[in-house]
């Protein structure tokens, strides 16, 4: 099977390029499996290399590193060894992440004898469709999620602030595997949870409260990304309504979805259940969007507009319904499912019934 680094080199002709310059770090870690942590340095693939450019904090574990396609050089001075690169190897065009910053640019387009030449989405698009190795990675991180929202439910407390959650969620992730979070935990209780990115606050959760629990953490590189909603005590009867409307809409979706269907034809399968059920308005972001290396990648967000996402065979994406009530609070439920020709698997485990909790 080709490498990731042979794939994207067959793009090049048809791209009408001699190499391409890699500088978005979950890019680099994505075709080489170096983890450039702090994003220091590009790396260069040609049509017969692949060179790392970056400085000397990473030479021991570039010593450590085993790889067969690429070779490592080290400087502080990564444009200019960049360009004597190039210039050494007679190459004349290069392609770029347009993602870089325009600094970055500047310099480049000051120093680089080579043509630059910007392009959108190259790799991404390729780590859009995950190997079963990646898909494993990203089951993994779902099944420490859905263990880690089983743990919040058996230790939270009337008076506990939506922080204190957050961060006892946060250790025992880490604790049970996970690397990092993805995102900082959203813990929206009461009225919070009618704002769809509330952050963790000081807020004490008090009865009668609906909690909304955003979450994400990488497992080896891979995030999930969950969203369980549940209640503390008897809440609003309108919540417990609004929840039986989400959790369908968040259903007739997974069972929707398949390779083929277009981003606004699946978004389109619950938001007809809630706009009927009268919560149109109350529904204001998309139905969900790509995961893997990080947290938000194509597919990006499909909803109402999204007629140009096509669902592709492996690729694993959120399923992420809500409603949100102004002074009264907001359900959000959230899934990751992987799509293939056969069928749809859900990789998140926990519950989606409504859990009412501390009674």
Request: proline share 3%; charged share 25%; glycine share 8%.
């Amino acid at each position: 099977m080709a490498s990731r680094i042979e794939r994207l080199r067959k793009k090049f002709d048809a791209l009408y390029i001699d190499a391409f310059m890699v500088t978005n770090e979950a890019n680099i870690f994505y075709l080489t499996g170096f983890d450039l942590m702090q994003g220091d340095g590009e790396l260069l693939i040609t049509k017969d290399a692949a060179i790392l450019i970056t400085d000397d904090r990473y030479a021991t574990e570039l010593q450590e590193f085993d790889s067969d396609e690429v070779v490592a050089t080290i400087t502080r001075d990564y444009w200019g060894a960049l360009n004597q690169i190039c210039q050494g190897m007679q190459i004349e065009v290069v392609g770029f992440e347009n993602t870089i910053d325009y600094r970055i640019y500047d310099v480049l387009d000051e120093i680089m004898t080579a043509d630059i030449v910007p392009f959108d989405g190259l790799i991404e698009s390729m780590r859009a469709i995950k190997d079963p190795d990646e898909i494993e990675k990203i089951r993994w991180a779902a099944q420490i999620q859905s263990a880690g929202y089983e743990y919040v439910l058996s230790f939270i407390e009337l008076g506990m602030t939506e922080r204190q959650v957050a961060n006892r969620l946060d250790f025992w992730m880490k604790e049970h595997g996970a690397e990092s979070a993805s995102f900082p935990t959203i813990c929206a209780s009461g009225a919070n949870a009618a704002m769809p990115h509330a952050t963790a606050g000081d807020k004490e959760i008090e009865e009668g409260d609906i909690v909304t629990l955003d979450f994400g953490y990488s497992v080896e590189g891979y995030t999930a990304d969950m969203t369980r909603t549940f209640a503390i005590c008897d809440i609003d009867p309108e919540l417990k309504d609004v929840y039986k409307i989400v959790n369908e809409a968040r259903q007739a979706v997974i069972e929707a979805a398949k390779v083929g269907i277009h981003g606004d034809q699946l978004d389109a399968v619950g938001r007809q259940i809630i706009e009927a059920a009268g919560y149109g308005d109350e529904f204001n972001h998309g139905m969900g969007h790509g995961i893997g290396l990080s947290v938000h990648e194509l597919p990006s967000s499909y909803g109402p507009n999204a007629s140009d996402v096509i669902l592709q065979n492996n690729q694993v994406i959120t399923v992420e319904p809500g409603i949100y009530i102004p002074e009264i609070g907001g359900v959000r439920i959230e899934d990751d499912i992987l799509v293939t020709h056969g069928g749809v698997e859900v990789l998140t485990t926990a519950p989606t019934e409504l859990e009412i909790v501390k009674c």
